[in-house]
Every structure is written in structure tokens, then in C-alpha cells.
Nanobody, 114 residues
């Protein structure tokens, strides 16, 4: 079971980024997927989740209306579209799936700064 994130980078406040997470080693279309983030000195927090078929999503309150989680089961990929980024969105973003155990990616750094 493996998930690999990509797409992070440096972006100005108000900008946008799309993160991708490619999965392998499990039946991707059968599992909900989640994005978490961890800012320096803070605990890891849930950003968004999506059901196995992609027909149900949930977001942390501070991300609602700005972030969109989606998935392509044919490509075994989950995405996080982030708009109207703020400096407080700066964090390492992690993809997560729970199969019989927690599986985390290595994370991708998102830095929002002018």
C-alpha cells in the first residue's frame, strides 16, 4: 500500500495550487481518501475527505469554499484543488488511506507567502 503526493510549492496569497496523490497496492476505488496537513509547531489536522465513489466529500470549516477534493478512480488518484490560499495554509500536506492500517504519503510542502 503506497500513496505519493505531488504538486506542492510556493504560491502568493490569493493564489491556487492543485495537489495530487497517486495510490498503489490496494483497491483504490473501494476506499475513502483523505488529505491532512501539518503546519510547523502544530498538530496534523484533517483537511478534506472523499468517499470511495467520490459522491460524498467533507471539509474542515476553514477550508470550506476554498478547497475541493476529488478523485479519479481509473487513475487511482485523489486531488486537492486549493484556491484563495492564505499564509496560514502553509503546511506539509499529506494523503491518507486506512486499509487494514494507516498509510501516509511522504507529504508535499505548500508555502503561501509574498
Amino acid at each position: 500500500v503506497k500513496v505519493v503526493e505531488s504538486g506542492g510549492g510556493l504560491v502568493q496569497p490569493g493564489g491556487s495550487l492543485t495537489l495530487s496523490c497517486v495510490a498503489s497496492g490496494f483497491a483504490f476505488s473501494s476506499y475513502p481518501m483523505r488529505w491532512y496537513r501539518q503546519a510547523p509547531g502544530k498538530e496534523r489536522e484533517l483537511v478534506a475527505s472523499i468517499s470511495s465513489r467520490g459522491d460524498s466529500t467533507n471539509y474542515a470549516d476553514s477550508m470550506k469554499g476554498r478547497f475541493t477534493i476529488s478523485r479519479d478512480n481509473a487513475k487511482k488518484t485523489v486531488y486537492l484543488q486549493m484556491n484563495s490560499l492564505k499564509p496560514e495554509d502553509t503546511a506539509v500536506y499529506y494523503c491518507h488511506v486506512y486499509t487494514n492500517f494507516d498509510c501516509w504519503g511522504q507529504g508535499t510542502q505548500v508555502t503561501v507567502s509574498s
